[in-house]
């Protein structure tokens, strides 16, 4: 990478990866082998910085780790040979006809991912309504923020990640951050939480483990996982009891606050102490630093959020913010830290198993007939829900017979990842549409290579809601296409010649059509604009509106623009500890390694920072176990079973272990975590399960 400042010779673009987006120039390397990444000092949001994965992102455009040509399984059980787009595309289009013919439309299973731009999400919902038929779409996605979305839904009327732009989180008085490490997850937005502090603010960090964002804060509560609902509610219990309760706020600009009163009351401090493990007196310090402050804001990450409770977890931070007044007024109000690079667009725009393009239901009348004009279709020809990620993927060669998936890696990133990798395996018919040869394409039937960031132009949106534009800076090999031409050729031999444009700029103007009116309205947003303005903040309903960087000031989106409170109560995680399996498991991410790591892993310098996967564990439960720094752990679960090195660390809890789940193989942490889902939200409980921790010495 360069440090020569605003970027003069190279094409602006943004990082591949996680959702802050981060602003970035690419040009030709010197020796003119491939791009090399340049600073972009000028995008607001990372100001030039950049992690190690954005740094070293064009190592995965080099056709030494990359797809280069189709692949096709020419016979059952046989190897993956290099194919025509000709033979591939026809394979596809043959398998999932075929399905579709012997054994219904909801045989075939569309999967999709939070990294896809919008463009792709919007085409590959639409692809599987309207060529397949089929109500079974879903995306990796509601691995990450669901539960966060229903919960914002649920309490404001609307989904953003952000309800304001990430600078205001420097400037607020207090910022409760749970179950986020963005020092390793997003880290150059820890800069937000630097200037936080270095402009008097106070930082309060939840999370059973110090990391490195935890050394950071003013407060670390470090409270048992799974148990991030009842620190909420004991939280709230002491702002009620101490008087510090914004009765005109609540009185003003909410409803439901006595109900929820009654169900925050019910969790008294010595209570919520046992069930969390925080002493009362940090819980009464936590108050009062958050209550002092003038401003505040509650910021949630996968933490609280990917558990068989996440709805109501998130629920409960968002409803101490409605006590206290922090939110709907400037420099306070809930936000979750969306993770997936277009996580927040991905979920807007028809690849999420009940969603129609601009947020729309799909189950609201008024939202079928408006989309179906626009895709040229009758309403009642537009399947209804379907089955959410993993009933999905669960489905997998039972109901469901043929899937296509698009940028995912449900091999490794699944709960029950064995079992899951067994249902794929049992599929009639499975397309791949990726980059490289994940876990999951290795399993495939065709194997699609697909255009890379850096290779094709389109829009994602931001963990903020800005929407923002990657452009094209080099050609792809020749034996590549980009989804949408994937997506164009496949409609035209399922019978659909027109409606699948593989020019992104003409999918995108359509996907504003498809959005006018809806709550994540994009139909002022233009290519031209979001270039101009280095993004444009949804909801932007023309293109002379300004778009809205701060959601909620004058009103929330309810049909009263009232908030809701919610009445909610602590309950247990879907699997606690036994004799069996008494200890605690849960998992998250490390700076150099992305989600399944299909990308990572094969960049030389992420590897050799992070090079497998480790079981972090404290001392104490070492010593039970008499193990030593690097001995080799086995962790089972009622499910699986994972092998990978001690590292000994007095920055987890004593009843606590931690994995990464970047990795397959014997090391993959998912063979562990447990699908249990939560009701509203359809998450799984990725952040607890009961294990037990054992040497593994053969």
């Not at 709805?311 to 939110?327: K, P, Q, S």
């Not at 809701?564 to 247990?572: I, N, S």
């Not at 404290?618 to 030593?628: C, D, F, M």
Request: hydrophobic letters at 40%; aromatic letters at 6%; proline letters at 8%.
């Amino acid at each position: 990478m360069t440090t020569d400042g605003a970027v003069t010779d190279a094409v602006p673009t943004h990082c591949p990866y996680c959702a802050l987006q981060c602003g970035m120039g690419l040009r030709r390397a010197p020796d003119g082998a491939g791009v090399e990444v340049v600073e972009r000092a000028d995008f607001p949001v990372n100001r030039g910085a950049l992690c190690g994965k954005g740094r070293t992102a064009p190592a995965v455009l080099s056709s030494r780790v990359r797809l280069t040509e189709p692949l096709v399984r020419r016979s059952p059980g046989g190897p993956l040979e290099p194919a025509g787009w000709d033979e591939a595309l026809g394979a596809v289009a043959d398998g999932l006809a075929r399905t579709r013919t012997d054994h219904g439309p909801d045989a075939v299973g569309v999967f999709g991912g939070g990294g896809l731009t919008n463009e792709k999400a919007y085409a590959l919902g639409k692809f599987a309504r309207v060529v397949l038929g089929t109500s079974q779409i879903d995306y990796n996605g509601r691995f990450c923020m669901s539960s966060a979305a229903a919960a914002h839904q649920r309490a404001f009327g609307l989904d953003r990640g952000l309800p304001f732009p990430l600078d205001d989180i420097a400037r607020t008085g207090c910022v409760i951050l749970v179950g986020s490490n963005l020092a390793e997850t997003m880290p150059p937005a820890l800069r937000y939480l630097t200037e936080l502090r270095e402009n008097g603010g106070t930082l309060i960090v939840v999370d059973p483990r110090r990391t490195r964002t935890a050394e950071q804060a003013d407060l670390h509560l470090a409270p048992r996982p799974g148990t991030d609902l009842a620190l909420a509610l004991g939280l709230a219990h002491l702002v009620v009891a101490g008087g510090r309760t914004d009765e005109e706020f609540v009185r003003e600009r909410t409803t439901g606050w006595p109900a929820a009163r009654a169900a925050v009351m019910a969790h008294w401090p010595e209570h919520v102490e046992r069930i969390t493990g925080v002493p009362v007196p940090q819980l009464r310090e936590a108050v009062r630093l958050f209550c002092d402050a003038p401003t505040g804001m509650v910021l949630t990450a996968r933490g609280p959020e990917q558990h068989s409770k996440g709805t109501d977890t998130v629920g409960a931070w968002i409803n101490l913010c409605l006590a206290t007044g922090r939110a709907g007024r400037p420099l306070s109000g809930y936000g979750c830290l969306t993770g997936q690079g277009n996580g927040q667009g991905g979920r807007e725009h028809g690849q999420k198993a009940d969603q129609l393009p601009g947020y729309r239901k799909l189950t609201d009348p008024a939202a079928r007939e408006h989309v179906a004009r626009v895709w040229g279709v009758a309403p009642d020809a537009l399947p209804g829900p379907g089955r959410s990620a993993y009933e999905l993927l669960d489905a997998l060669g039972g109901e469901v017979k043929a899937l296509l998936l698009m940028g995912s890696n449900p091999v490794v990133s699944a709960p029950r990842a064995a079992h899951i990798e067994g249902r794929l395996r049992s599929l009639d018919f499975l397309a791949v549409a990726d980059v490289v040869l994940s876990e999951t394409a290795a399993l495939a039937d065709v194997v699609l290579p697909v255009a890379q960031w850096a290779e094709e132009t389109g829009t994602t949106t931001s963990l903020e809601g800005r929407v923002l534009l990657r452009r094209r800076a080099i050609t792809p090999p020749s034996g590549v296409r980009s989804d949408l031409q994937v997506l164009h050729g496949l409609a035209g031999l399922l019978g659909h010649e027109k409606g699948f444009p593989a020019d992104p700029e003409e999918v995108f103007e359509e996907l504003r059509q498809a959005s006018a009116g809806g709550p994540a309205d994009y139909s002022g947003i233009t290519y031209r604009r979001i270039a101009a303005e280095d993004g444009v903040f949804w909801p932007c309903p023309e293109e002379s509106h300004p778009g809205t960087p701060r959601l909620f000031l004058d009103r929330f989106a309810t049909d009263d623009g009232r908030a809701r409170f919610v009445p909610v109560v602590h309950r247990p995680a879907a699997e606690e500890t036994d004799a069996e399996y008494p200890v605690l498991l849960t998992t998250g991410r490390v700076v150099s390694q992305y989600q399944s790591g299909a990308q990572t892993r094969r960049v030389a310098e992420l590897n050799a920072a992070a090079p497998g996967p480790f079981v972090e564990l404290h001392p104490r439960l070492a010593e039970r176990l008499g193990v030593a720094e690097g001995d080799r752990l086995a962790v089972v679960s009622r499910r699986g079973r994972a092998v990978a090195p001690a590292r000994i660390t007095t920055a987890i809890r004593a009843d606590t272990v931690f994995m990464p789940f970047h990795w397959p193989g014997e090391g993959r942490a998912n063979n562990l975590t447990n699908p249990a889902l939560d009701p509203t939200s359809r998450m799984p409980e990725f952040k607890v399960c009961a294990v037990r921790v054992e040497r593994f010495d053969s």
